[in-house]
Structures are given as structure tokens and as C-alpha cells.
């Protein structure tokens, strides 16, 4: 899909727009028709905020495809910019997607509108309380080094490490248990997380989107930057943030299966229990997902009450059965826009999936060994 417009459309002129604030804003035709979004993201230039409008799409796609207009609007209005791209977005969104994602903010409005939160102080980011210390000082200092100081990498492309402190957890456990009492109380039918969980409540549902948001876009992404710049990691825009339960009377085990994700923060909120081994079996794009895994794919983890595990949503994993007790997980599905469209034109994801990676090297192989014998044939020497 190309964000390019056809000289067709260039020719008509753009009529005046209705802004968020309800004023008149003029996109210039000359700007807003004539000229392509960058191939590349301009990373000198400063998105603006949009997390203050009420808007059909996360305002982190806005801020993050804003890097990609073309340079004479990047000095426009705030609104000439927002009406440019939601233009964009809207043109090249199914039909069918936009209304499910309009019933799904009226469903939304009407949770938060009716459900009373008990602990305020999750709906804000408070870093200093949320976050042990030794993750924020990692964050702070933004650098390669000092992310794999308070890290463990069992296998490439998991990571591991403390990051909040129980008194997080135990207010986090304390809301979605109120939560559910309201649902139970209200006979209100709410959306559980995905298509595999039964049990669970979707955090962004009751007013904690505000507050995942922060935590994806000023402590995950920097990691994610660093770590998976391949599948998206620098240009995380959106998320899908909830709460898991798995145990004898809820969930028990979860299929293998890959994440709608391009970066996974899984974090163990507790309580007490056994089971629930995480198992990991290599990172492959949607051709090779079903594919065989390698020796050195596997992995099995076992969950520790306090401990994040990061990895790709690509990632192939599965949770073993909870033999005992209840574990409540916190789930964080970060999402590339941008990564998802240039995927679309994409065949060759060696840079990322084991199985392309293997088949790239066997071609090698292959061509390495024709040209050697060809070269004998000739009476010449293989080379090295």
C-alpha cells in the first residue's frame, strides 16, 4: 500500500476542514496532494502531542507518521497536520475497520463512564513509584550497556528483569479485581483480552490506555529501539494492554501461537502457584510460522512474581498448564504501524525470522558449491 497520491487527485483543489477545536483549518493543495510522505522518518524532527483530542485512532500514530510528512508541512499548524493524516488513515482503512473501531470507543466511553476506579494513582504514569530503581536508572541512561546491566538473555531475543515494585502489582491486582466486581455486579458484558484468554480484563477498556501508553512510549520503546529495530522496535505507535489469570478454575494453559505484536513486555504480577512454564520455539514471519524448530530455538521460562520477559511477537510461545494456585500476568502487545505497512512489501524477512535466515545461508551454499564446480570443470581452482 503506497500513501502516494495520483496525479488525478492532485488536480482537484482541497476544500476547507473542520479542526478539532472547531475552527476552519486550510490544507494547502499544493502541500497536502502534491507531495509523497517520506520513505524514511525524519528523525531530527519533533512530532507534536495529540494525546489531548478525542480521536478515532491512537494519538501515538499521529505523532509517530508525523515524522514521515513531506518537510514543507512539518512547520504547518498542529490541525493542518492532523486533519492531512487522519486523511491518510481514514483513505486506506477498510470500511469494516473503521466501524468496528467506532463501536469499539463507544463501548469503551461507556465503561469509563460508569465504572468508578479505586485506585486513581494507577491512571496516571507515576515513575519514581511504579519502577525499581535499578530499571529506572537503565531508562534514564538510554544506552545499550546499561539495559543489558539488569538484564538475562536466555535465549537471543528474550530478555528478562525486575521491573515493578510489589506495590504496583498489588494495586494493579486490587483494580481489575474491582473491576470484575463491577462487571459481575452490573451484568455488564465486557471483551475479554483475545481469542484464546477467557478470563482477564482489558486494561484500555476501564482508562488505563493513557497510562500504557506512557509506559510504551517512554520505557518500552527506548529498549525496543535498541533491541528490535528489526521488526519494528524504533517506530512502536500503538498497544493492546490487559491482565491475564490463568489457574485450575480459570485459564489453564495457552496454545502455541505468535502475538499480534512487534514487541511483548509479559510481566508476573503473582500470586502463588506452580506450572505456567512459558515455552519459546524461535522468531518466523507468516510464511514459516508452522515451520520446524531448532535445537537452538528452545527455551522454557518459568515465570518469577516481579520479573518482565521481553521479547518479538513473532516470537513462537505457549504457557504450560497452572497445576496449583492462580498467576495473573500483565500483558503489553506494542505495535508499529509503519513496520506492519512496509512488511506488506516485503518476501525476504531474513533479518528477523530463523527459517528465512536458514534458507538464505542454504542458498549461499548452494551457489557457493555450483561456483566451485564450475570452476573445476574449467580447470580452475574453487575458490575460498
Known amino acids: 500500500m503506497s500513501f502516494g497520491v495520483s496525479r488525478k487527485e ?18 494547502l493543495p499544493s502541500m497536502a496532494t502534491a507531495h509523497r510522505l517520506r520513505l524514511n522518518p ?22 509517530s507518521l508525523e515524522r514521515y510528512l513531506p518537510p514543507p508541512m512539518l512547520s504547518l499548524p498542529r490541525d493542518s497536520k492532523l486533519h492531512y493524516m487522519r486523511d491518510i488513515i481514514l483513505r486506506y482503512s477498510p470500511d469494516g475497520e473503521r466501524t ?7 463501548y469503551r466511553q461507556k465503561i469509563i463512564s460508569n465504572y468508578q476506579p479505586l485506585h486513581r494513582e ?11 530503581p535499578s530499571f529506572l536508572k537503565a531508562i534514564n541512561e538510554n544506552k545499550e550497556e546499561g539495559f543489558r546491566s539488569i538484564m538475562a538473555e536466555p535465549t537471543p531475543g528474550v530478555f528478562t528483569f525486575e521491573m515493578f515494585k510489589p506495590r504496583f502489582c498489588e494495586l494493579l491486582l486490587s483494580e481489575v479485581e474491582n473491576f470484575e466486581k463491577w462487571v459481575h455486579e452490573t451484568k455488564f458484558r465486557i471483551m475479554r483480552p483475545n481469542t484464546m484468554n477467557k478470563f482477564g480484563a482489558v486494561l484500555d477498556d476501564f482508562g488505563l490506555e493513557t497510562m500504557l501508553d506512557k509506559l510504551m512510549e517512554d520505557f518500552i520503546r527506548p529498549i525496543s529501539k535498541v533491541f528490535y529495530s528489526d521488526v519494528g522496535g524504533s517506530t512502536l505507535d500503538s498497544h493492546h494492554g490487559f491482565v491475564v489469570e490463568y489457574g485450575i478454575d480459570r485459564d489453564v494453559e495457552l496454545g502455541f501461537h505468535v502475538d499480534d505484536s512487534e514487541v511483548t513486555l509479559n ?18 514471519c507468516d510464511k514459516h510460522v508452522n515451520s520446524e524448530t531448532q535445537s537452538d530455538e528452545i527455551l522454557d521460562y518459568s515465570h518469577v512474581p516481579g ?15 497452572t497445576t496449583s494456585g492462580h498467576r495473573f500476568n500483565l500483558l503489553l502487545w506494542c505495535r508499529s504501524s509503519v513496520f506492519r505497512e512496509l512488511r506488506k512489501c516485503q518476501k525476504d524477512f531474513s533479518s528477523w525470522c530463523g527459517e528465512c535466515q536458514r534458507e538464505r545461508k542454504e542458498r549461499q551454499r548452494v551457489s557457493i558449491a555450483a561456483t566451485k564446480q564450475e570452476l573445476l570443470k574449467r580447470g580452475g581452482k574453487p575458490g575460498t
Open 267 to 284: 510481566f508476573c504480577l503473582g500470586e502463588q502457584f506452580s506450572g505456567g512454564d512459558l515455552f519459546f520455539r524461535g522468531v518466523r
Open 100 to 106: 468496528r473501531v467506532q463501536r469499539h470507543r463507544e
Open 10 to 27: 492532485t488536480q482537484q483543489p482541497a476544500p476547507p476542514s473542520t479542526g478539532q477545536n472547531g475552527n476552519l483549518v486550510a490544507v
Open 122 to 132: 494507577l491512571y496516571t504514569m507515576h515513575a519514581s513509584n511504579f519502577f525499581v
Open 42 to 63: 525524519n528523525t531530527e524532527h519533533k512530532p507534536e502531542s495529540y494525546e489531548d483530542l478525542q480521536l478515532e485512532f491512537s494519538p501515538l500514530l499521529f505523532s
Open 307 to 321: 520479573r518482565a520477559v521481553l521479547h518479538c511477537g513473532r516470537h513462537r510461545h505457549g504457557a504450560r498448564a
